[in-house]
């Protein structure tokens, strides 16, 4: 079984700074993206950022020059630095993996979510 644990979440005033990191823990062979997103009340689930294969990363238009992920493979871990938050940026934020099993299948796998606050 394959689990994600996140930290990090928390309340921090506008224009602060925080940092998500996931941890996955479990038997597989590889990782093959690790990605960040968030629901915030109300709303859909959204891409905040990912990793792909290669070192591929993507942003959300509304955190790009703000938010920086930070995966490694051989750790297990993914990370994401937030600066310059916004009070919009509040929402309960996911870590994602799709790991590759030992019997060669892609299995998506999601964190419990971690609560991110920030005040005006």
């Known amino acids: 079984q394959v689990q994600l644990v996140e930290s990090g979440g928390g309340e921090v005033q506008a224009g602060g700074s925080l940092r998500l990191s996931c941890a996955a823990s479990?038997?597989?062979?590889?990782?093959?993206?690790m990605g960040w997103y968030r629901q915030a009340p109300g709303k859909q689930r959204e891409l905040v950022a990912a990793i792909a294969q290669g070192a591929r990363t993507n942003y959300a238009d509304s955190v790009k020059g703000r938010f920086t992920i930070s995966g490694d493979s051989a750790k297990k871990t993914v990370a994401l630095q937030m600066s310059s938050l916004k009070p919009e940026d509040t929402a309960v934020y996911y870590c994602?993996?799709?790991?590759?099993?030992?019997?060669?299948?892609?299995?998506?796998?999601w964190g419990q979510g971690t609560l991110v606050t920030v005040s005006s």
């Open positions: 994602r993996m799709v790991v590759i099993t030992f019997t060669t299948e892609d299995l998506e796998v």
């Open positions: 479990g038997n597989f062979w590889r990782i093959s993206a």
